[in-house]
């Protein structure tokens, strides 16, 4: 199970996260976030940090510019869309780094409408709360993991949304072929933006 723990503002904490074996970090380039990464983290040293994690730039309908500038300062791995942007935006990212959409899941969604349009043009999916600010903002609500369950997706997907290290045994419980990962974020901070590394060892601990 790949673990991507989003919200990260110190370079510290990535070089824990890293340690820990932790898969993917989410750097949130969205300014309206208590955990937008504005000047906290100082890009050049990003980009020459020696990682095996992959640095997941995460933003909310940016223009096309800001995504490719902060691909090349940050050193970006890939790029995590969480607004409503185009198929079309997808494909052109997709030609520099991996592209993994954010969908918002309400009550009564068809999953596998909502995603063909994106089938061909990303490589991950990752699936959250309904409200724009509670996805991006990690107030910790969680949707109908069951609205999923029926859906065939066919492309590797992360749950995310509200997930807590009280969760680590529901998200092992819950099967579907394309789960890919686990996004954590809220439930596992001290203050917006820095992470208890205790729990999150915790959780991959209990993810095994």
């Not at 992959?54 to 223009?63: A, D, I, L, M, S």
């Not at 724009?132 to 993991?145: A, C, H, M, P, R």
């Not at 092992?172 to 394309?178: G, I, L, T, V």
Request: aromatic share 10%; glycine share 8%; charged share 30%.
């Amino acid at each position: 199970m790949n673990i991507k723990v989003c919200g990260i503002t110190e370079m510290k904490q990535l070089q824990q996260l890293d340690g820990l074996d932790i898969d993917f970090a989410g750097l949130i380039f969205y300014k309206e976030s208590p955990r937008y990464i504005g000047d906290k983290i100082d890009k050049a040293a990003l980009k020459r940090a020696d990682l095996d994690l992959r640095k997941v730039g995460v933003f909310v309908n940016p223009e096309m510019i800001e995504v490719l500038d902060a691909i090349d300062e940050y050193g970006l791995d890939a790029v995590q869309l969480h607004g409503d942007e185009t198929p079309e935006m997808c494909e052109d990212i997709s030609s520099e780094v991996e592209v993994i959409k954010a969908f918002r899941i309400t009550e009564g969604v068809d999953v596998d409408k909502l995603v063909a349009p994106y089938d061909a043009v990303c490589d991950y999916y990752l699936f959250d709360t309904g409200g724009l600010k509670e996805s991006i903002g990690g107030t910790g609500q969680q949707f109908d993991w069951s609205l999923l369950s029926k859906a065939k997706i066919e492309k590797p997907f992360f749950l995310s949304g509200g997930i807590s290290v009280e969760d680590a045994a529901r998200v092992k419980a819950f099967k579907h072929p394309d789960l890919f990962g686990v996004d954590i974020n809220s439930r596992f901070e001290l203050t917006p933006g820095v992470k208890d590394m205790k729990l999150v060892l915790q959780f991959r601990q209990a993810l095994k």
